[in-house]
Each structure stands twice: as structure tokens, then as C-alpha cells.
Nanobody, 124 residues
């Protein structure tokens, strides 16, 4: 059983920064590709970024590329999302997810485990 717990969300003004964390309770964290997704009210859950097992590869959606940075600390079983230059359109619930084995993916349906989400609200 894998449990993921996000933290770090909140209210921030446009142009500001937030750092999200996701702590994983899992046997071998480095066995999992980790992703961040977000869901705004009334919209589908969208891909934000993923990072592979040893952090050798990261990938971002076009909407956050250059502003957000995903990282992981396998010794702490934690994945991070540094969000800079935040915009009102970044407002959403942010979820971390774990994908075991297989290839990296930007599709929510490919991920095996999900956290409960953390709210990020950007005021304009």
C-alpha cells in the first residue's frame, strides 16, 4: 500500500512562489516515477510534470515549463514542485501521483497511487 500526502499549498499573489511537497509511505520510493497533476473546478485533471526514478529525466506541460521545477529526494521519500511566477490560471487542486515500473507517462490513468491533493489559489 502506497500513501501519498501533499503539503505546501495556499493562497499567493500573482507572480509569487510556492513549493509543494509530497511525502510517500512506500517500500522503495525510487521504484516509482512521480508526477504532479492539477485540477481546476469543472475541469479535467491535467498533467503538470513528472520525474523518473533517479531524477535523470523530468518533463513538463507547456503551460508550466520554465516556471515550475519538479525534484525528488529518494532518501526522504519526497517529491517537490517548486512553482514560480504563479498566475491566476495556475489555481487548482494539485495532486501528486506514483507510477510503478513501466514507462513514464503524462496520462493520469497510467498512475497507480494518488494523494488527497492540496489547494493552490493565485490571486490576480
Amino acid at each position: 500500500q502506497v500513501q501519498l500526502v501533499e503539503s505546501g499549498g495556499g493562497l499567493v499573489q500573482a507572480g509569487g512562489s510556492l513549493r509543494l511537497s509530497c511525502a510517500a509511505s512506500v517500500g522503495t520510493f525510487s521504484n516509482y516515477i512521480m508526477g504532479w497533476f492539477r485540477q481546476a473546478p469543472g475541469k479535467d485533471r491535467d498533467f503538470v510534470a513528472f520525474i523518473t526514478w533517479s531524477a535523470t529525466t523530468t518533463y513538463y506541460s507547456n503551460s508550466v515549463k520554465g516556471r515550475f521545477t519538479i525534484s525528488r529526494d529518494n532518501a526522504k521519500n519526497t517529491v517537490y514542485l517548486q512553482m514560480n511566477s504563479l498566475r491566476a490560471e495556475d489555481t487548482a487542486v494539485y495532486y501528486c501521483a506514483a507510477l510503478g515500473g513501466r514507462s513514464a507517462s503524462d496520462r493520469p490513468s497510467d498512475y497507480d497511487y494518488w494523494g488527497q491533493g492540496t489547494q493552490v489559489t493565485v490571486s490576480s
